[in-house]
Structures are given as C-alpha cells and as structure tokens.
C-alpha cells in the first residue's frame, strides 16, 4: 500500500466525508454538491475524500465514474474556480484535490453493515476503478446518510382529488396525503442472522424492511463508526453524522405500539418522523440517559468527545423513490415546478438543487454552525420561484422551528427575508406549539432512543458484534 495522493496536505487540510445512497437521486446529487461546494469554499492546497457507499461493486464503479465525470466538467467550466486561482488556473489541480472511493454496504443486511463499518475503521478503502490504491482511513469529518426506500405503492387518486380541492396545489404537491404505503416487509431473519441462526435460542426481535433501510440500518452504522467519528482532543473538527428526514413527518405518522410501522402506519413517514425525534432529542439532559449508551462504545473509549447528529431535508424532489407511469412522472414532474412558481419555497425538484441543505451541514464551518444552533433544527432545502437554493429552518410538529415556543407576533418577525421567512410554506394545518407538546416530543425522542437501544443491543448480541453481549441484554432483547 503506497501513499495516497492527498498524503503531502497537511492535516486540517484533509476532508473525509461518506455518503450512502450515492448512486441516484439525492444522494448522487450530494456528491456533485459537495465536490463543487468543497472547491469553491475551501483552500486551494485541501483535499476532499469522498467516500460513497452502493449495494454492488458495479453501481460502485457507475457512482466513482459519474462523480468524476461531474469534477472533471466542473473543474473545466467553473468561473468561480477560474476566479479564485487567478490566471494560471489549471482545471487538472482542482481534479487533483477531489479523491472518489466507495464502500459496498446494504443498509437491509445487518452483517453488510458491520462488515463495511469494520472495512472502513480497521481496513482499507478500495477505488473500484483501480484509479487509487487501497487506503486507510484514519477519520471521518461527516457522515452523510441519505440512503432508504419508500415503501410506497402507488396513488389514492379520490385522495388526491380531495386534497387537492381542499388546500389548493401547492399545499397537495408539498404535504400529500394521498400515497398509498405498500404492505410492509419484513427481512428473512435467517438472512439476517446468517451462521448465527442455528445457534440462537431466542430470535432477536423482527426488523421491517423500510425502518431498517431508513433508520435502524444508519444508526448501527453510526455507532460502529464512532472510532472515526470521534474526537480526542476539542480542538479537533467535531464528527458530524447528517440524517435525511423529509418535509412531512409528523404526530400522526408514529406510533408507539407499531414502532417499525409493520401494520397501521406509512413506512416511510414513520421511518423518517422516528429521525426527526432521535436528532432533535439526541443531546436534551431528559434524553441522554437513554441516548448516552449509543455514543459509549468501547471502541472509542479513548476518544471523549463524541459526534453530534444533525438534520436534514431535501425539500420536494423528483426522484423515482416514488413509483410512478412514466407519462404519470411527466405531469407530476412539472406539477412539481408549478407548485414552485406558484410561490412554494420547498420545491427545488432537481435533486442537485435539493442537496443543499445537506451539503452545507457537511461543509460549514463549526463556529458557523454553533452559532445557528444548528443541532436544533431541522434545515430543509428552499428554493425562490427562479431556482435559487439555500438551507431554511422547517417547523417540525411538537417542536416548532428551533425547540422553543414562539408566538405568533415573533413569528411574523424572525428576521429572514423571502422564502426564508418560517411562516413562508408552512403547512395548512399548522398549529402554534404549546409547552406541552414541545414536552411530548421530548418524552417520544426519549422513547425513540430507549426502542432503538433495546435493538441494536438484542442484535449485536444476536449477532455476536460490538458491546451487545453482556451489555444489560436478557434472552427476550430487552434491557435487564
């Protein structure tokens, strides 16, 4: 194993970011948005590592390609780059900084995800292009996780006739109530459990296809990372794990006594309300005695100071996660952007346009992000009538915009202008938080945590993996 090419940069001037999910859509927009954010931000001598992840070496390989074919254009045609160099500018030496690798892991399969996290704390990182050797990765600065399935399976047209004669488009193309959720899956448990299986007396607990791919997968990967997320000294960059939640999730979509959403409530709303509670509530003091477990791992026992979780959205986003006719996508398509012209600031519609909020919670700078609170908030990707993009604070039901009730007088003025304004896009049904809700949510991330704990305790047990065994875990996966 030789040198990696970033190996003359100096430390700090080292950025390593994984993404999941990379190889369509958003996720694939991400990397495009982070690679040319990261050129025009940062130092002309610092190196971006992109590290991501696909279920296949050849989507891999297609990913690797089609990132590099994006840095190759953008390295040739950016005016900014031009600028910034002065007029010796060589496209080639921005190539140069920009280093694409990638991890195979599938978020459904446990033990592809302890292999992948194992892969990428103790082992090397492959090129499947064979352009760079293997290397080891001594950190991770950000953790992207945008990877996930729908769970959808098709239209509720009188549904959507309803809603759209009640609240109007924009209201329908941006909060639609009408998806139709597929029957939940759930995964093979001895494809889960593998070898495993014929040793177990009691089976760990059951996992849905889409709470796994959505939550449960990331957050295993998460705290096998924290030996690369992790930080030993404060004067280090803080890790960042980045979640990818969606604009509508709410009270309604969650339920305790169907936690994975097997039976009564939409998969996909679910997954992604429980990811909303976990990074909103991670690091209030009524939560972090059932959150705290999760960052202790003893693999990164040397290393005190632990990542923060931070929370993301798209906005509205033409992507195929939702499975439609393609003469059916062509309408909803550019319904998409008459919504946008109609004055809706949470239609980017592209997926390069709707990476933004997640690309500048990887790449901002950490006094920038301290000041902003921006643990606190759920940032969303807005957009002006012209396609202008730029991350803005979105109201999550039970907390608001930033934790705190606020009434309607302060709402009016919180000091944005345009699309930024927090009443501008807010959902027809949208009701001022009361303490006594803000304290509910409180109480639900806290049961997040407890629920998400007992599981990733039962399996690695299961599965013989990191702390689960003799970690408070009794043969029926629950906390002794």
């Not at 090397?124 to 953790?143: H, Q």
């Not at 972090?288 to 990542?307: E, V």
């Amino acid at each position: 194993m030789g040198s990696p090419p970033w190996a003359g940069a100096a430390s700090h001037e080292q950025f390593f970011v994984l993404l999941t999910g990379a190889n369509s859509g958003v996720g694939l927009g991400i990397g495009q948005r982070i690679i040319d954010e990261f050129l025009a931000s940062r130092s002309l001598s610092s190196h971006l590592i992109l590290i991501p992840t696909t279920r296949s070496v050849s989507k891999s390989r297609d990913t690797v390609v089609s990132l590099r074919a994006h840095l190759e254009k953008t390295a040739r045609t950016s005016k900014q780059l031009r600028s910034r160099a002065g007029p010796d500018y060589d496209p080639q030496t921005a190539i140069s900084r920009v280093h694409v690798l990638s991890v195979q892991l599938d978020l459904c399969d446990l033990r592809s995800i302890y292999s992948a996290a194992k892969q990428l704390v103790h082992g090397e990182v492959t090129d499947p292009t064979g352009l760079i050797n293997s290397v080891k990765i001594p950190r991770l600065d950000a953790a992207l996780f945008n990877a996930g399935v729908g769970g959808w399976s098709g239209l509720d047209w009188f549904g959507l006739a309803r809603q759209f004669f009640q609240v109007g488009l924009v209201q329908s193309c941006t909060f639609p109530s009408f998806k139709k959720a597929a029957p939940a899956a759930v995964l093979d448990q001895k494809k889960l459990l593998g070898d495993s299986a014929h040793n177990l007396k009691i089976q760990p607990p059951e996992l849905a296809e889409v709470f796994c791919a959505n939550v449960f997968g990331h957050y295993i990967l998460a705290h096998e990372l924290l030996p690369l997320l992790s930080r030993s000294r404060p004067d280090e960059p803080l890790g960042r794990i980045v979640w990818t939640s969606t604009i509508d999730a709410g009270w309604n979509h969650l339920s305790f006594d169907d936690f994975q959403a097997r039976n009564h409530k939409p998969p996909y709303e679910s997954s992604k309300r429980i990811t909303d509670l976990i990074c909103l509530t991670a690091d209030l003091p009524s939560v972090q005695k059932a959150s705290a477990p999760y960052f202790a791992s003893p693999a990164a026992a040397d290393k005190p100071i632990k990542p923060r979780f931070y929370l993301t959205h798209p906005g509205v986003v033409c992507t195929p996660l939702f499975p439609l006719h393609p003469i059916l996508y062509f309408f909803y398509y550019w319904a998409m952007y008459l919504a946008r012209w109609l004055g809706s600031p949470w239609h980017p519609v592209e997926p390069y346009l709707g990476a933004c909020a997640t690309a500048w919670l990887a790449l901002a700078d950490q006094e920038t992000v301290d000041t902003l609170h921006a643990e606190r908030v759920k940032w969303g990707t807005s957009a002006t009538r012209l396609g202008h993009v730029a991350p803005k604070k979105t109201e999550v039901e039970g907390w608001g915009w930033e934790g705190r009730v606020e009434d309607s007088e302060a709402l009016k003025h919180d000091g944005e202008q345009g699309v930024l304004r927090k009443l501008k896009g807010r959902k027809w049904d949208a009701v001022e938080l009361t303490e006594e809700d803000r304290a509910r949510f409180e109480d639900d991330g806290r049961k997040c945590w407890v629920e998400l704990e007992r599981l990733r305790t039962a399996w690695e047990a299961a599965l013989g993996k990191g702390d689960g065994n003799g970690n408070g875990v009794v043969p029926n996966g629950k906390h002794a």
